[in-house]
């Protein structure tokens, strides 16, 4: 690990967490907000990678604008778990039906990439390709049994993400981790393929969209498990901002899982 | 494991599953019902010992009823693990508060044991003494982020059992160890007791019901995974019975899990 003062010379593309880095719940952090801009404004792309699957790029896009940052421009985007879940099935699995568990964001980038959403006319023992998973605040029984049933009778099961809890006002709630947990021990099976951080496909979908390299991309986030981990899993660089869950020196120094740059604040890596 | 013939006279007590022993779904097995009308007749003790914590031991009576067995008689009596969980948190834990995930069934048998049901009163960061959880057709993410919130405060997390699944009629639908789990995941802990089979808990509570030694007392059952497991979990005789789950005298062979009779039919104990 080392300073990270000046490092923005070395990297062409910028995978950068929002909670915690750029936001934290509903409070802006504004050196954040200039520092992208700032990333931006010299022709860096700037990618915004969440692990929040309940909204949909159009609503972060509306988030981050009114946080201040330049997201219409060409060289800034969103990248979220629902947005990536969806381009990772049409590209790699190809488009078919969904039984989703999620909220409205994800239905909406599955709908925009082609997939046909099934919830409305799910019957008994209907075929469906896919069994789509993310946090899912009107999670009910009923939503888990025919999510299972789909599983069981031959849908591959997604995960948008598995983070255990979500942090927001209220403390701690559970987050798609545990409805995903739910389904699993019920279905006898984990999911095929979970997309979000630290697991490489949603890095691998970012890179895509950026077009850019491994080489010259850096992971900036909050986390160890997911950001910080996530970047080692893709073979990418990385910064821990401790302006979010880790806040602490002394808790990197303890991980297992090592930045390759700790800042204190984003504006830091200038 | 041998022929099961006879011995009906080596045992005192028995520990009678109800799901593919003396029903399966709504279809009673008439050979089964007269069989332990046979033992109540002769004096043994008869415990209905089921994982099903949905139902209080009211309505399994009513069901037991209806079936022709005479639940009635001092010597036959219903141990659920609804019942077993108010039982075992009155004796071993104290009676108290608890937050509920499950159906009405386990709060009146927790109500009837002394236990105060919150869930009408629960507010965020409320301190509750338990959380109790069953099998919940009426589950929400609501109740999902209560019960976690009550855990992280201090509550003590008790499941009455960890089924995977349920066999309705309708096919398999999840069961309480699908609730479980998703709690356990966005908890970060798993529960801290598990009362039902194959947890010797639920054993402990129907031998004390019973008034009955662990030599004297036959466990009989449909599953190696649940009752013959559980049996030999607490040092009891188990017979596995072919009317239910296990069917097959192969998959008995097959399983690591042996019971020490293998009866066809119920009858076939005499």
Redesign the interface.
């Known amino acids: 690990m080392s300073e990270p003062k000046g490092i923005v010379d070395n990297f062409e593309c910028f995978l950068i967490d929002l909670d915690g880095v750029i936001w934290r719940g509903n409070r802006v952090l504004k050196e954040a907000v200039e520092s992208v801009n700032k990333l931006i404004k010299r022709g860096k792309k700037v990618v915004f990678l969440s692990n929040n699957a309940t909204k949909s790029r159009r609503e972060f896009e509306g988030k981050l604008n009114l946080a201040g940052v330049m997201i219409s421009n060409e060289n800034a985007m969103v990248v979220s778990s629902a947005y990536a879940t969806a381009i990772f099935i049409r590209e790699e699995l190809g488009t078919g039906s969904a039984y989703v568990v999620g909220e409205e964001g994800l239905m909406e980038e599955l709908k925009l990439a082609g997939i046909r959403v099934v919830n409305d006319r799910f019957t008994?023992?209907m075929p469906v390709d896919y069994v789509v998973v993310g946090l899912?605040?009107?999670?009910?029984?009923e939503k888990?049994?025919c999510a299972?049933?789909a599983i069981?009778n031959g849908a591959k099961f997604i995960a948008t993400n598995e983070d255990?809890?979500i942090p927001t006002e209220?403390?701690?709630?559970?987050?798609a981790?545990?409805?995903?947990?739910?389904?699993?021990?019920?279905a006898?099976r984990p999911p095929e393929y979970v997309i979000g951080k630290p697991n490489k496909y949603i890095f691998e979908v970012a890179l895509k969209e950026a077009g850019a390299s491994n080489e010259k991309t850096v992971v900036i986030g909050d986390r160890l498990d997911t950001d910080v981990l996530g970047a080692r899993n893709s073979g990418l660089a990385s910064v821990l901002v401790l302006t979010g869950v880790t806040s602490n020196l002394e808790d990197v120094k303890k991980s297992k899982v090592k930045p390759d740059y700790v800042a204190r604040k984003l504006i830091d890596i200038f």
Chains 1, 2 share one sequence.
């Open positions: 008994w023992n899912d605040r009107t999670f009910t029984y888990l049994a299972v049933n069981y255990h809890v209220k403390g701690l709630l559970p987050g981790g545990s409805i995903v947990a739910a389904i699993s021990k019920a006898s």
